[in-house]
């Protein structure tokens, strides 16, 4: 089974990141962006019930006073989410050592962890103009595959 | 395909070079032919495995075909025949030469190494590599790799070497780059970023400082940047010799096999709108090679392996291939540990993933290697072992996939003549109509990309981690001026601290001078590492070098032509410094097809990385100015040089002469100024480069906080100068010295037979006052100006 578990700063402790992807955003021709919430996002591939899904982010992937997360979050409502893996092919190395830490900590092996940089933008643009930036700044194709929604 | 290998040996030249492009191996047909006519002779096809094991060992990246090849060069319409081929007539020539006998290993394993400290205890490794076409496809991942790759070669020297300090050395197109890109290519931007985030990433999780390094501005540089990294190492003597025995087992240990980096050796010999594929292309894991890096030397200490090698390009086929070069070896690709299932045995054997060394271990001491691998975490297999049949076997279970001969594999690549041609271009005196005041030019050439700070890209690198790093590379009452050289004191390998021996680094590069005689680059890149190391201390008498090329395709004959006289330059410069090339390394196919589908190749271009030892570090020497009256000298002559400078690419200057070196002059310069350090005559060494005497002394000053007055009459020069080439030359060979008030009349006696002249002070006056030769100021800006020039350049 795949979970989703999204890990969040907590208020305050992102804005540096935030800004940099504006800026980054920003120079490439992105204008009019209005707020960019950062996250990242675990695909945990494994064999687990909810409760323990829920405990591997408890215990591994949030850091209590930095962070919040939720296990397979809703999404978004009336922003642009963009999601940045690393493809299939190429190997995902904080992927790998999730997976080594999850048994560590006593879990079964999981099949698999992959893992996205994830950011929720808002702003007068269009999904056209926004992955145009993107590409250029956060996306190489060669080693990345990405997603745009807006929900 | 196996249907294909079958008609084989009955294929036409024409045809096996189609396979060849097809199966993306970057072989010649004359080397599909000399296959061939191996397993003709074999009386068999060949399987696919050997075909790509082929491919892999004769790529140019693992057998640098272009210098061992015989070169026909003509220079000036003048014929020569190069029938030794460029590396054993100037490289290796130059080293055997010079003869060193603190040179312990030299161009035969993964790395250079030299004697180190005392009582010949210790031995340093040194080696540098290029990761150009990775990082021009993918930036951060090329250059994390591009790290662990060298870092790998110093663990996989003799049998490993402690890492103790990485190097970072780059080429970039301008940031601002907005001329039109091909569609596939990444913005010189985003590159410059890719690249120092993976330098960064990687070289601070594995808990090594990166703490000495360059980069260099060309818009040339923009669709194929140049990424040099290195590493040197400390190891114990006894531990620089490996051996090999039949019965050894082939131990892999470190990161698991899967499909990333195929065909990255073959990749990297090719040009790369060719070839660029995505599996060539690999994401470092710096903790997997941290983990590699405990277990081994805890395994080298305890005497458990016999020998070591890294698996770098070509993967398996190469690490074990090489190992078992001298012996045979036989192994079985089922028993490797393996990312995914879906692999192909060939796949196994040819795959670059990262992070995995290959030992050969006594079967004795299996047991014991096992239990020091798993408590440190480290994966490991024994894939088989090594023989006594002089042959490379490959099994997939019970299925033969290679079976060749050594004396083929290593011995058969046919060597193909490259032809060199040369036009010694000619050079006017500059001219340039004087100006009144030249504080406007003087902070442009400190803003210029190839002079200002690289406070930014150096602050995200961690260079204090051991704790080694004596003299920074941000230097200064701020921490925050230009050093010449890094000192190190590497007490994390020796454990001594009672020990002060440590050692300078530093490197040269200036393709700018390369554009308009490759020959003078090498010479001035060999004379800026002398000028850098002497600055900090260290003893040039000792001076080990390493050469990296980067050129574009040599199949062009200007190209070609360019790489003899540089290579020239390399020997003429070694031998007249006394410094032997003790590694090296070379990079080609540095070419791709612009947005107008025009070739457009790098600038050709040479790093000379140097280290030299400090035999006292506590007598380094930083290049800020320390106080107020002190005189301020300076060694060396200027002359009417402004060809490659950064005020000629200011002004727009062209065909203006580049720096001639005088190396017998200049070492005899370099040899005096180290004994006034040794005798603690000089408070501060900082070398003129770009930029010029200007750009140095602005440098010096802001750096410690105290001005300067100048008087350029005082400045030593040859010919008919005015203040604008005094001011801005880029003379090779040239320093400047802060003397004490107390020590002048001792160094004055010292530096005799030496052209040293006594230009100015130092001052309380936060500013650089510079006198004309007319007696008026020319200069007289404030060093807060001076320094903000610096510091907003990128």
């Not at chain 1, 904080?94 to 808002?122: C, M, W």
Request: a positive charge; hydrophobic letters at 40%.
């Amino acid at each position: 089974m795949k979970y989703f578990v999204a890990v969040y700063h907590k208020l305050g402790y992102g804005a540096h990141k935030e800004n940099g992807i504006k800026k980054r955003l920003q120079s490439v021709g992105l204008k009019d962006i209005l707020e960019v919430k950062s996250y990242a996002i675990y695909q945990i591939d494994g064999d687990y019930a909810p409760a323990q899904a829920e405990n591997i982010a408890k215990a591994l992937l949030a850091d209590p006073v930095l962070e919040t997360y939720a296990v397979n979050p809703p999404a978004p409502q009336n922003v642009f989410k963009v999601e940045v893996w690393i493809r299939d092919s190429s190997t995902d190395v904080v992927g790998e050592s999730v997976v080594d830490a999850i048994e560590t900590l006593g879990f079964k092996r999981p099949q698999s962890v992959r893992v996205a940089n994830a950011f929720n933008i808002d702003g007068k643009f269009s999904e056209a103009a926004l992955e145009t930036a993107v590409k250029k700044t956060f996306v190489n194709e060669v080693v990345n595959k990405f997603s745009i929604r807006k929900y | 395909m196996e249907d294909i290998l079958k008609n084989f040996n009955s294929m036409t030249g024409r045809q096996l070079f189609e396979l060849q492009a097809d199966c993306g191996w970057s072989l010649s047909e004359a080397e599909m032919l000399a296959a061939q006519k191996y397993f003709k002779s074999a009386g068999r096809a060949p399987l696919y495995a050997e075909l790509e094991t082929i491919a892999q060992t004769w790529s140019e990246h693992c057998k640098h075909k272009t210098f061992n090849g015989p070169v026909e060069f003509i220079k000036d319409g003048k014929k020569e025949f190069i029938k030794d081929g460029l590396f054993k007539t100037t490289i290796y020539k130059a080293t055997k030469k010079l003869n060193k006998k603190w040179c312990l290993s030299v161009f035969k394993d993964n790395a250079g190494v030299i004697e180190f400290g005392k009582n010949k205890k210790w031995a340093l490794a040194f080696k540098a590599e290029t990761h150009n076409h990775p990082c021009a496809v993918e930036p951060y991942g090329g250059a994390e790799t591009g790290v662990g790759g060298v870092i790998r070669d110093i663990l996989g020297v003799g049998l490993g070497a402690k890492p103790v300090v990485n190097t970072d050395i780059f080429c970039f197109a301008d940031p601002k780059y907005s001329k039109k890109l091909p569609p596939a290519a990444l913005h010189p931007a985003r590159i410059f970023k890719g690249v120092v985030d993976g330098v960064r990433d990687y070289g601070n999780r594995m808990g090594i400082p990166t703490a000495s390094g360059g980069i260099w501005f060309d818009d040339l540089f923009a669709l194929n940047p140049l990424v040099f990294v290195g590493t040197i190492g400390i190891m114990p003597t006894w531990a620089i010799e490996k051996h090999v025995k039949a019965g050894d087992l082939v131990v892999a240990i470190g990161g698991r096999t899967g499909r990333d980096g195929l065909h990255g050796a073959t990749f990297s010999s090719a040009n790369i709108e060719d070839a660029s594929e995505v599996s060539a292309v690999q994401i470092g894991h710096a903790i997997n090679e941290k983990k590699v890096l405990d277990a081994l030397l805890k395994l080298r200490d305890k005497k458990l392996y016999r020998a070591v090698t890294d698996c770098g390009a070509g993967g398996f086929s190469s690490a074990v291939g090489e190992l078992g070069g001298e012996t045979g070896v036989r192994v079985d690709l089922s028993k490797a540990i393996l990312k995914e299932s879906k692999i192909k045995p060939w796949e196994i054997w040819v795959s670059e993933s990262q992070e995995r060394m290959i030992l050969a271990v006594p079967p004795e001491n299996m047991k014991e290697a096992g239990k020091i691998l798993k408590s440190e975490n480290c994966e490991y297999c024994v894939l088989g072992e090594f023989t006594n049949t002089g042959r490379l076997e490959v099994f997939y279970g019970k299925e033969k996939i290679v079976d060749l001969k050594n004396s083929f594999l290593h011995g058969g690549v046919p060597r193909v003549i490259k032809n060199a041609v040369w036009k010694t271009p000619e050079f006017k005196p500059s001219a340039v109509k004087e100006q009144k005041n030249y504080n406007a030019l003087l902070n442009k050439c400190l803003s210029n990309l190839n002079t200002c700070s690289r406070e930014s890209v150096i602050r995200q690198y961690d260079h204090e981690v051991q704790g080694g790093t004596v003299v920074k590379p941000l230097q200064g009452i701020t921490h925050d001026g230009p050093g010449d050289a890094t000192v190190i004191w590497p007490t994390c390998a020796t454990n001594d601290l009672k020990d002060y021996n440590g050692f300078a680094l530093t490197h040269g590069l200036n393709p700018a001078i390369g554009k308009l005689d490759p020959y003078q680059m090498a010479l001035n890149c060999i004379d800026e590492v002398f000028r850098n190391l002497v600055c900090a201390g260290a003893d040039i008498n000792k001076v080990a070098v390493l050469d990296n090329f980067c050129w574009g395709s040599p199949e062009n004959p200007k190209l070609m032509g360019e790489l003899v006289l540089c290579a020239r330059g390399c020997y003429d410069g070694a031998i007249t410094y006394g410094a032997p090339f003790i590694s090296g390394k070379d990079s080609f196919y540095n070419q791709s097809k612009g947005a107008d589908g025009k070739d457009v190749a790098i600038p050709s271009t040479i790093l000379i990385s140097a280290v030299a030892p400090v035999y006292d570090v506590r007598k380094a020497v930083t290049m800020d100015f320390k106080e107020a009256g002190s005189s301020i000298y300076i060694v060396g002559v200027t002359k009417d040089e402004m060809g490659g400078s950064v005020a000629a690419e200011e002004l727009g200057l062209t065909n203006a002469a580049p720096p001639q070196v005088d190396g017998k002059t200049a070492l005899k310069a370099y040899k005096k100024i180290y004994e006034a350090v040794q005798r603690g005559l000089v408070n501060a060494a900082h070398d003129i480069s770009q930029g010029g005497l200007a750009a140095s002394l602005a440098e010096a000053a802001f750096s410690g906080g105290y001005g300067a007055e100048i008087d350029l009459k005082k400045v030593p020069a040859s010919g008919n100068l005015k203040n604008f080439q005094i001011l801005f030359s880029e003379s090779a060979s040239r320093i400047i010295l802060e003397i004490p008030y107390e020590k002048e009349e001792v160094f004055k006696k010292l530096m005799s037979g030496v052209k040293t002249a006594r230009i100015g002070r130092t001052s309380f006056v936060p500013a650089l006052k510079i006198k004309g030769l007319d007696g008026k100021e020319v200069v007289n800006e404030k060093l807060s100006a001076l320094k903000n020039s610096w510091q907003k350049g990128f």
